[in-house]
């Protein structure tokens, strides 16, 4: 959620990150939940916000786009997201 309101705020620096984006991204479940450190939390949003800006390099897409252009990858590549 407040990766949303970040990129609301402003879309050329933040980028949301959810379940489905972090998996078309890394290959791996998302490993965020409510009981994480808050340091944590914050650790890996910003190694996700590098690693975008480096895959926005390579394929030459928008940074502002490129957390919808992930999410729709994962959901037509990958399907459901499971619970476990």
């Known amino acids: 959620m407040a990766s949303a309101l970040l990129r609301f705020r402003n879309p050329s620096v933040f980028q949301i990150i959810d379940r489905h984006a972090y998996r078309a991204m890394y290959g791996s479940k998302f490993p965020v939940y409510t009981s994480m450190p808050r340091k944590k939390k914050i650790s890996?949003?910003?190694?996700y916000i590098d690693e975008l800006i480096r895959l926005c390099c390579q394929k030459k897409v928008r940074f502002e786009a490129i957390d919808r252009v992930l999410y729709q990858f994962d959901k037509d590549t990958n399907g459901?997201?499971?619970?476990?």
Request: glycine fraction near 12%; proline fraction near 0%; charged fraction near 35%.
């Open 44 to 47: 890996v949003y910003f190694d």
């Open 80 to 84: 459901k997201l499971s619970d476990g």
